[in-house]
């Protein structure tokens, strides 16, 4: 992240969270609702089963239940916007509906849109309805769709016990939208932790200069310094604990790991990263997974064995770098060329991820995501991750010959999904999994130390705070 990077707006209340790039008022952070981590049952809806040709109103059962479409239809032609194989195709005043409910709340609530073919721009409305269908009401403004690339619109619902949804077009006319994969998160306190046996211990450094600068990217500080365990306690965090709990840019990161049950650390400043060093408190041993976000400290040759060895026997690696000229201690080394350095000298193995990461500088808001059931990344624990913002971040270029296993998850605008331009990738390396990230923007939460500005990316769309749990996850191989 860039300390003058392009912002987009929050999640506030239950107003719309408007997706740009182009907005650079800094928005106030957004303490996480309870329990808005984990999807309602069936979702998300992708509208990939069932069948329904004609406009004329009438019920079709998809994976999440039934829904009424009137006016609307299934589409699959190439002018019907979609992630898959068919999306909704709405027009005139024409809505979709859900005939069930949702039995476990709804805090945050995403929907695809886009234009049909060379049609103009459409509103649409999102309501909800917490007595089976008897009334709704509005959640949120009304969104104008007028690109003919899938976006993602955002709401904040917040509403405990049964809801069902209602997604109607208001604009009339002949102009066509398509609607696609919507998600639900659930709210009001029913995050279950991991069943007993599956809780993972996670650590994330802090002894590489993510200090550095104006650079927050740890879980918390105290003092000017990121302690070994982030205070207060992370036993007294609940449900319903703000990811302000803790000091540093990532701690919503953190939270949100503790409230699924699992234990989170920090390398502390002079901290050893060790692989099987039983005179190490904190060897790389003792954990499932290491998340290393942007680091400004080259690692020694040491520490690069260490690493290598950990994924290799069966570690997780996070690595977020950002872009080129971010030397935030002035060292004379960026973070892409840390990696790039880990990866390409080292005593184990040249180019064991089978990734590199360019020299460049990326502002982008994308939405060229791996569309994928079974990828548990992208389609896991805490939903379907359909877009991801660089605000000055860089790529990634793939080379399946070093590592057959690498695989991009989300490539910029406009290419290919092939082995360039990738903006996040992951693979194995032995037995172990790593993931790369781009930019630092996204996991950034928007709150750190004293006198540090940070921004407020995690809560910038929900595919952020999915994209990085479901990594996490991953990697710690649940």
Partial sequence: MHIARLLTASLLGVALACTSIQDPTPQAPVAAAAAQNVSAAGFPEAFESGVKTAYTTGSVTLGSGSWTLNDALLG????DRKTGTQSVRVRNVGSLSMNFNTTTGAGVITVQHAVYGTDGSSQWE????????????????????????????????????NVRLQIRKISGGTNRISLDNVTIEQYGGTTTP?????????LFDGSHGELAGNADWVLDVNSGVASAIPTPAQSGITSTTPETYWTGAIS???????????????????????????????????????????????????EKTAILRYVQNGGGLFMITDHIISDRNNDGWDSPEIWNDL????????????????FDNIIEDSNNALVSSTNPIMNGALGTVSQLSFHNGATMTLNPTANATVQGLVWRLGAGQGTSSAMAASSTFGTGRVVIIGDSSPADDGTGSPGNTV???????VSHARLHLNASLWLAKL
């Fill in 252 to 302: 919503a990161w953190g939270v949100a790991l503790v409230k699924r049950g699992h234990t989170v650390e920090q390398l502390p400043a002079g901290g050893r990263i060790t692989y099987g060093d039983a005179s190490n408190t904190q060897d790389l041993s003792k954990y499932s997974v290491f998340v290393v976000d942007e680091p400004n400290v080259v690692f020694t040759a040491a």
């Fill in 194 to 202: 991991p069943p007993t046996g599956t809780a993972k211990k996670f």
């Fill in 343 to 358: 990866m390409q000298n080292n005593s184990v193995q040249a180019n064991p991820f089978g990734f590199s990461v360019n």
């Fill in 126 to 161: 999102l309501w909800a309805s917490t007595n089976s269908g008897s009334s709704y009401a509005k959640v949120g403004s009304t969104i104008t769709t007028s690109s003919t690339s899938l976006n993602t619109a955002s709401f904040t619902a917040n509403l405990t016990g």
């Fill in 455 to 461: 921004y407020d990316g995690w809560n910038e769309n």
């Fill in 76 to 79: 699959n032609t190439t002018a």
